[in-house]
C-alpha cells in the first residue's frame, strides 16, 4: 500500500487513521509506503509511525504569479516521472488520496498503471487536486452526505472522518496528568495546527496574564515563533507561569492536549471536523484567511451545529479574550457544545474507508497495498 499527500496534517493523520485500522482488521502482510513531498511534514508524521517514506516533486498551480506556476508545472510533471517509477517497483494493489498537490503525480500514475484509486476528501469543499483527481479515481469517499454534489454519485461513499482510536480513548483526568495540571482550574488548549499561526500566538501573548487569572493554557505554537513566545512566557509573574504550558510541536502528546482541555483555541482545519467531535471538544475557532476558504466553511459546519464559536483572523486582537472569557464563565453552554460536538463523532469511519481500500484491493494484483494522502 502507497500513503501519499501532504502539506499539513490535516491531509497526513487521515491516512495515518486508516492504516491503524488496517493493520488492526486487513492482510497482515500489509506493504506500506508513503509518498510525500520534498520537505513535507508528511515524513517526519509517516516516519513515526513506522511506515516507510518516498519523496516526489510536487508544486502548487493555482492562485499564484504565473512565472511560479510555470515553475511548479514541471516540478509536478518531474513528479509523474517519480512517480510512475516507485508504482512500477511497489506494484500496488490499490492507492489511496486524502488531498495536497503531491498526491496529483502519484495517483495519475497509478491510473496509468490500471490501478484503483480511492480518494478520501476530508474537507467539506474539494480542491481543485481533489476535484481533477476524481475523474481518475475508481472511489471517492467524503466525511458528509452534502459533499457528495461534487462527485460522481456511482463511485461516491459516504465514511465519515477518520480519526485515530487513541482520540476516542482519551481522558481528560489522566491527560491533564500528563502535563502536570491541576484538575479544579479550567483549561484553555491553542494551536494553530501543524506549522502553528503567528496572529493566534500574537493574540494570546498579548492577553496571557489576563487569560492565565481565569484558567491554565496549553499552548502549542509551531517552531517557528517558538523562540519568542518562550521569552514571553519568561516575562510571566512568578504566581501564573505553573499555569502555562509552551511546547513547539507535539506528536502522539496532542491528543492529552486536546483531552486535557475544556475549550479549544484553533484553526478550522479538516482534523477539527473529525478530532474535535471524537473528544467532545467545545471550540473558538479562527479560519485562516488564506486557505481558499476551505476552513471558513468547516468552522461553519460546526458554528451550525452548536459545537463551535468562530472569531475572524482580523478581529482576534479584540475579541479574543472576553469570547474565551465569555466560555468558561458560561458552563452550561460549554456542556452543550461538547454534547452537540459529540453527536457529530464517527468512529466508524477509518474502518469503512480501510474495508473499501481491501474491496478495491481485491480487484487487482500486486505486491504491496498503497496509500496516497
Request: glycine share 8%.
Amino acid at each position: 500500500m502507497i500513503i501519499s499527500g501532504g502539506g499539513t496534517g490535516g491531509h497526513v493523520y487521515p491516512a495515518l487513521s486508516v492504516v491503524e485500522a488496517l493493520k488492526a482488521t486487513g492482510p497482515c502482510d500489509i506493504s506500506l509506503l508513503y509518498v510525500g513531498s520534498e520537505g513535507g511534514v508528511e515524513a517526519v508524521l509517516a516516519q513515526r509511525q513506522g511506515i516507510a517514506f518516498q519523496a516526489i516533486a510536487a508544486g502548487q498551480v493555482r492562485g499564484l504569479a504565473p512565472w511560479v506556476v510555470a515553475r511548479n508545472f514541471i516540478r509536478l510533471v518531474r513528479g509523474l516521472i517519480q512517480a510512475r517509477r516507485i508504482v512500477r517497483e511497489f506494484s500496488p494493489q490499490a492507492v489511496l488520496v486524502t488531498g495536497g498537490y503531491v498526491c496529483v503525480p502519484v495517483a495519475l500514475a497509478a491510473w496509468l498503471q490500471h490501478i484503483p484509486v480511492l480518494i478520501y476528501l476530508p474537507d467539506l469543499e474539494p480542491g481543485l487536486a481533489i476535484r481533477v483527481l476524481s475523474r481518475f479515481a475508481t472511489r471517492v469517499a467524503v466525511s458528509f452526505p452534502e459533499v457528495r454534489r461534487y462527485f460522481r454519485a456511482d463511485k461516491t461513499v459516504v465514511t465519515g472522518y477518520p480519526v485515530r482510536a487513541a482520540f476516542f480513548a482519551a481522558d481528560k483526568v489522566s491527560a491533564r496528568a500528563t502535563f502536570d495540571l491541576v484538575t479544579d482550574v479550567q483549561v484553555v488548549t491553542v494551536f494553530g495546527g501543524s506549522r502553528g499561526a503567528r496572529s493566534i500566538n500574537r493574540a494570546l501573548c498579548a492577553i496571557l496574564d489576563e487569560l492565565l487569572e481565569r484558567c491554565q493554557v496549553l499552548h502549542i505554537s509551531g517552531a517557528l515563533d517558538a523562540e519568542w513566545v518562550a521569552d514571553r512566557a519568561k516575562s510571566l509573574p512568578t504566581g501564573l507561569r505553573a499555569r502555562y504550558r509552551h511546547y513547539p510541536y507535539l506528536h502522539e502528546e496532542m491528543v492529552d492536549a486536546l483531552a486535557a482541555a475544556d475549550l479549544v483555541v484553533a484553526r478550522a482545519g479538516a482534523s477539527t471536523i473529525g478530532e474535535f467531535p471524537a473528544l467532545a471538544l467545545p471550540s473558538i475557532l479562527i479560519p485562516y484567511p488564506y486557505a481558499g476558504q476551505h476552513q471558513d466553511v468547516n468552522a461553519e459546519y460546526l458554528v451550525q451545529r452548536g459545537a463551535a464559536v468562530k472569531i475572524a483572523d482580523a478581529e482576534l486582537s479584540s475579541k479574543l479574550l472576553p469570547t474565551i472569557q465569555a466560555l468558561l464563565d458560561d458552563r452550561e453552554r460549554l456542556a452543550e457544545m461538547s454534547a452537540r460536538a459529540r453527536a457529530l463523532a464517527q468512529p466508524e469511519a477509518a474502518q469503512r474507508i480501510a474495508e473499501e481500500i481491501l474491496r478495491l484491493a481485491k480487484e487487482t494484483r500486486g505486491a504491496g497495498f498503497h496509500a496516497i494522502e
